[in-house]
């Protein structure tokens, strides 16, 4: 009984499932790990560990609480593999629909999407709104164009977040290892912010969230560079891959410049530049170079991409299995 290693029909499975279906809407097992999040960040509080004490503290209790609950689940289904004359294709299924719902690409494509059908339309109040839920920058004031960089930038930075990194650590180390993997980035998502109340509460957390998406976001960049040349044809990827070199560290945080620099070579738009933050305007170097309009057909051409990119890791990551 091995835990950390998965066929490569599960991961398969599980993509596929993900890009049908979607997320579920209610009862995520993310928001269970946002709730786990919250409370323990209460009770930390609550003792007098808001520092960064705490933020090791909360960091390793919940990575801990979630790795052993995946063991428990897999125990359970294991057992019920050897148990039940049908336990090993339930178990099998569970395993895939399970691991599908921390995979995002779907509801990535489809928020890209509905913002940017929201602006063709000339909602833009209501595109701004939709916004929040993918960028953690203020919105009320953006213009049309600055909405679909942003979209553009989400698309992107997400790719490695939201799709290549699960795969890779759903590849490397089974379930356990995935449901880390997202722990981690929720953990970021949640408490990794440089303002007062989590600078040093949620230092630990982000550098840690840092250091999982290392890897997975320069395989994103380069997969960005690839997928672009069969997109957009070789002049735009070897723009993509000089303007990575060039500009993939030049954002704050040390991964999420390497894609957004890549997709920003390749679609000749610029990136980045200062955005208001809870009210406070943040100064940011620019990405890429302003060459081309940033427009609707922008949006769909780095949805394909990414799309396409995705697809490519999906069966790299089968074949270098095959192989080792």
């Keep these: ?21 979607g997320d579920p809407r209610r009862y995520h097992p993310i928001s269970l790990i946002g709730f786990l999040i919250a409370k323990g960040e209460f009770y930390l509080r609550k003792v007098g560990l808001g520092n960064k004490k705490g933020g090791v503290f909360l960091f390793i209790g919940i990575c801990s609480i979630t790795f052993l609950f995946t063991l428990l689940f897999l125990n359970i289904i294991f057992w019920a593999q050897e148990f039940f004359k049908a336990g090993s294709l339930i178990a099998e299924l569970a395993l895939i629909i399970i691991a599908s719902f921390f995979i995002a690409l779907r509801g990535l494509l489809k928020e890209a999407n509905k913002i940017n059908s929201q602006l063709e339309e000339g909602n833009i109040v209501e595109a ?19 909405v679909r960089l942003a979209i553009l930038e989400s698309l992107s930075e997400n790719m490695s977040d939201a ?85 993939g560290g030049k954002h704050t945080s040390p991964n999420s410049g390497i894609p957004e620099a890549a997709m920003a070579g390749a679609l000749g738009v610029r990136m980045g530049g200062p955005n208001y933050y809870g009210g406070v305007l943040v100064q940011k170097p620019y990405i890429g170079v302003d060459l081309n309009e940033t427009n609707s057909e922008q949006i769909e051409k780095a949805k394909t991409i990414i799309l396409l990119g995705s697809l490519i890791f999906l069966l790299l990551s089968i074949l270098i299995r095959r192989l080792i």
């Design 163 to 247: 799709v290549i990194a699960p795969l890779f650590y759903f590849s490397l180390g089974g379930l356990p290892l995935l449901v880390l993997y997202k722990t981690v980035n929720t953990l970021d998502s949640m408490v990794g912010y440089k303002n007062d109340r989590y600078i040093h509460f949620g230092w630990f957390s982000a550098k840690m969230d840092d250091l999982f998406n290392y890897i997975p976001a320069r395989i994103t960049g380069f997969l960005i560079v690839v997928s672009s040349a069969l997109v957009l044809g070789f002049q735009c990827s070897g723009r993509a891959f000089t303007t990575m070199l060039r500009d």
């Design 128 to 146: 701004r709104q939709s916004l929040k839920a993918l960028v953690g920058r203020d919105t009320e004031n953006l213009s049309e164009e600055k």
């Design 1 to 21: 009984m091995n835990f950390f290693f998965v066929e490569e029909y599960v991961v398969v499975g599980a993509f596929l499932i993900d890009l049908i279906f």
